[in-house]
C-alpha cells in the first residue's frame, strides 16, 4: 500500500539556524548519527566512583551534588496550592541518602521491590532515587489507578514495600492486602505514627543517616519496573536496567535539546514510563531544574506555570495540546513565554493541526516523538534543528536503527521500503531497551524476530526518512496518552454479577485520542437499562480508577465471537466507526 506524503497537507516548517537562541545539540542529523556510538554517549556520564559500575541515581543527583552544580536547583515542586518547594542537588542527595539508609534500617535490601504510588509530591522522587541508590527495583504507579489495578501489579512484580499516603493505603490497598504476602512494609508518607501494618516516612527519615555509599552497581542489574499493557492476559512488568541512564541522557540531550541552566517541564506523571524516564531522570542526568507541578491539567495554570518558572523546554502530550487549541490561542498571548526555546510531545499521535497551531500560539512548533514503556526512552524524533513534517513523528535518534517489517507466514520478516506500510521494528541494542516482561519470557521473546524488536506499531516512512504513524498492530487502547489493556477493563466487569459477556475497544475522541468504551450482554434476568448501565460504570470507576473505566457502555443480547468463542473487538470496532467488517470467515455467532 503506498500513501501520499502527508506532508502536502501542512508545509514543511523549515528551521532557520539564524533563529536559534541556542545552537542545537545535534546540529547536522547525518554527522550526528555517524558519529555517534553507545560508548561514547555512556562516557559521557560518570558512573560510579571507582569504576564500581553505573546508578541512575548516582547519575541523576549525587555526580551532580559532588560538583559545581550542588547549589543548584534540582527540583523546583509546585503543590496543588501554589506553594513552591525547591531542593537543590546537595539537598536531594542527603534526603536520597536518608531515604536509602531508612529502606535498610527496615531490612529491605538489593533487588527488593519497591512500589511507589503517590502524586506528583517531593516523596515520590527522593522515595525513588534513594531506593535506586540500595539498588532495589522501583515500580511507580499511577496515583489514579484504582484498587485492582494497583493489586494485580503489585503482585505481579512481588511487591516487598510500598510508599503511599494515608488515604491512598485506605482507599485503595489495605481491603487487598491479603493478595499480597510478600508485602512488608508499608511507609506513609504523612503518618505521623507507626502502626501495627504501616510505617511512618518521617520517623524512619529522622532516623536515618546522612551518609550513603551506593554498592558497586552493575549496568545489567535491574533498576526500574514499568507496566503496560497487552490486548490480552495480565499486564506486562517491563524489566529496565540501571544502563537505561545512558539513553535517558543521550536522549535528553538531542531530542530534548537540554542544555546546562535550562529549566525544563515535562507534565508526565511519573506513574507511566514518560514521568520517570523523563520527569525525573533525564533533566537530572543534564543537571538542569525540572519543575514539578503537583496539580493536574489546567490550561491557564499551565501557562503561568510556563511563564513565572521561565520554562525554556517543555515536554508535554497531545491530549493536553488539543485541550489547549479548544481554549484557542488567545488564551496564551497574555503570558510572558519568552524563555520558552524548545517544545515536545509524545504518546499519542500529534495531528498535524497542534504543530502548526504551537507556533500560532507559543511562537514555536511542537516536536512529535515517538516511543514506549518498552523502549525506555525516546526513539524517533523531530529534533531542534530539523526541518518538522507537521504529522510526522521525525527520524530515529543516533544509535537507533527502525525498519517497517512485515512478518511472514512461515516466521521471517519481509523489510518493506519508503511509503509503505508495515510494523515499526527497532535493532536491538539500545541501552534503555527493556530486558524482560517479568515472570513471562515467552510474551518477551514474542516480540523478537532475531535481532529485530518488533514494536506493535503500525508504520511509515517517506523517501526522506521521516516516520508517519499508521496505527496499532492489536486492540490496545490509548486514552489520553494512557496504554489501556482492553482485558483488564474486560475483566472488571465480568466481576459485576449482571455481567454475562464484555468486549472493551476505543472509540476515537477528538480530544482525548480515544476512550474506553465497552460492549456488554448481560446474564438472563437482569435488565438493560440505565440504572444498570451507571451501576456499572460505578463498579468499573472504583475498581480501576477514572483514568482506566469505560466512559462509555453499550448493551447487546450477544457479542460476535470467533468459532474458537473469543470476542471479535474488530468488528465491534469497525461497526462502532461505520468501517467495512473485514474478514469475518471465522465468525460463529453474532450480535444481531
Ligand atoms: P506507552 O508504552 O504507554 O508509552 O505507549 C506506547 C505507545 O503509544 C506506542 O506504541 C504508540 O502506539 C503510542 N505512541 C507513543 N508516542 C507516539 C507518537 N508520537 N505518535 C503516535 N503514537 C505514539
Known amino acids: 500500500m503506498r500513501y501520499p506524503d502527508d506532508a502536502d497537507r501542512y508545509a514543511t516548517i523549515l528551521k532557520d539556524p539564524r533563529s536559534f537562541v541556542v545552537s542545537p545539540n545535534l546540529a547536522d542529523y547525518e554527522a550526528a548519527r555517524s558519529a555517534f556510538s553507545w560508548e561514547q554517549a555512556r562516557a559521557a556520564l560518570s558512573g560510579l566512583p571507582g569504576g564500581d559500575g553505573l546508578n541512575i541515581a548516582y547519575e541523576a543527583v549525587d555526580r551532580h551534588a559532588r560538583g559545581p552544580r550542588a547549589n543548584r536547583v534540582a527540583l523546583r515542586w509546585i503543590g496543588k496550592a501554589g506553594e513552591r518547594r525547591d531542593y537543590t542537588y546537595g539537598e ?43 539498588k532495589c527495583v522501583v515500580s511507580p504507579l499511577f496515583s489514579a489507578f484504582g484498587p485492582e489495578p494497583i493489586a494485580t501489579r503489585m503482585e505481579i512484580g512481588d511487591a516487598r514495600v510500598l510508599v503511599t499516603t494515608e488515604a491512598l493505603y485506605r482507599r485503595k490497598v489495605e481491603a487487598l492486602r491479603e493478595r499480597l504476602p510478600k508485602l512488608e512494609c508499608v511507609i506513609l508518607i504523612d503518618a505521623e505514627e507507626d502502626s501495627e501494618r504501616t510505617r511512618s516516612w ?14 558497586p552497581t552493575d549496568p545489567r542489574e535491574t533498576a526500574l519496573l514499568h507496566f503496560t499493557s497487552g490486548t490480552t492476559g495480565r499486564p506486562k512488568g517491563v524489566i529496565h536496567v540501571h544502563e537505561a541512564v545512558v539513553t535517558h541522557y543521550a536522549t535528553g540531550r538531542y531530542a530534548l535539546d537540554l542544555h546546562d541552566g535550562d529549566r525544563f517541564w515535562c507534565t508526565a506523571d511519573p506513574g507511566w514510563v514518560t514521568g520517570t524516564s523523563y520527569g525525573v531522570i533525564a533533566p537530572l542526568t543534564h543537571g538542569v531544574t525540572n519543575i514539578v507541578v503537583e496539580a493536574e491539567f489546567d490550561a491557564p495554570s499551565w501557562y503561568g506555570v510556563l511563564a513565572q518558572e521561565r520554562v525554556t523546554v517543555w515536554y508535554t502530550a497531545p491530549t493536553a495540546i488539543r485541550m489547549m487549541m479548544k481554549l484557542g490561542a488567545d488564551a496564551v498571548k497574555d503570558y510572558d513565554l519568552s524563555a520558552l526555546r524548545f517544545a515536545a510531545s509524545v504518546g499519542e499521535p500529534l495531528n498535524a493541526e497542534a504543530v502548526v497551531w504551537g507556533v500560532e500560539a507559543f511562537g514555536l512548533p511542537f516536536h512529535d516523538n515517538w516511543w514506549q514503556t518498552e523502549t525506555g526512552g525516546i526513539m524517533i524524533a523531530n529534533f531542534a534543528s530539523m526541518d518538522i513534517k507537521p504529522g510526522s513523528m521525525g527520524r530515529p535518534l543516533p544509535g537507533v536503527e527502525a525498519e517497517i517489517l512485515r512478518r511472514k507466514a512461515n516466521g521471517g520478516i519481509e523489510t518493506l521500503g519508503a511509503g509503505e506500510e508495515g510494523e515499526l521494528a527497532l535493532k536491538s541494542g539500545w541501552p534503555s531497551m527493556m530486558r524482560g516482561y517479568l515472570h513471562e519470557e515467552a510474551r518477551y521473546r514474542k516480540c523478537f524476530v532475531g535481532e529485530w524488536y518488533l514494536t506493535g506499531d503500525l508504520a511509515r516512512y517517506d523517501s526522506d526518512g521521516y516516520f508517519w504513524f499508521v496505527g496499532r498492530a492489536d486492540d490496545v ?116
Not at 518521617?202 to 554498592?215: G, H
Request: no cysteine.
Open 477 to 592: 487502547i490509548k486514552s489520553s496518552g494512557h496504554l489501556i489493556g482492553p482485558f483488564e477493563v474486560e475483566s472488571a466487569l465480568m466481576e459485576h454479577p449482571a455481567v454475562a459477556e464484555a468486549a472493551v475497544i476505543g472509540k476515537p475522541d477528538p480530544i482525548a485520542g480515544e476512550i474506553v468504551k465497552a460492549f456488554v450482554a448481560l446474564k438472563l434476568g437482569f435488565e438493560a437499562d440505565e440504572l444498570m448501565r451507571k451501576d456499572l460504570l460505578g463498579h468499573a470507576r472504583k475498581r480501576l480508577g477514572a483514568a482506566v473505566a469505560p466512559k462509555e457502555i453499550e448493551f447487546r443480547g450477544n457479542l460476535p465471537k470467533t468459532r474458537s468463542g473469543k470476542i471479535m473487538r474488530r468488528l465491534l470496532k469497525a461497526r462502532e466507526l461505520g468501517l467495512p467488517e473485514g474478514d469475518l470467515s471465522t465468525l460463529e455467532s453474532d450480535e444481531r
Open 202 to 215: 518521617r520517623k524512619l527519615m529522622q532516623a536515618a543517616q546522612e551518609i550513603f555509599n551506593i554498592a
Open 92 to 134: 536531594l542527595a542527603i534526603s536520597t541518602n536518608r531515604f536509602a539508609n531508612a529502606l535498610q534500617s527496615v531490612g529491605v535490601k538489593a533487588g527488593d521491590s519497591v512500589f511507589i504510588l503517590l502524586g506528583r509530591v517531593p516523596e515520590l522522587y527522593v522515595g525513588m532515587l534513594g531506593a535506586l541508590k540500595l
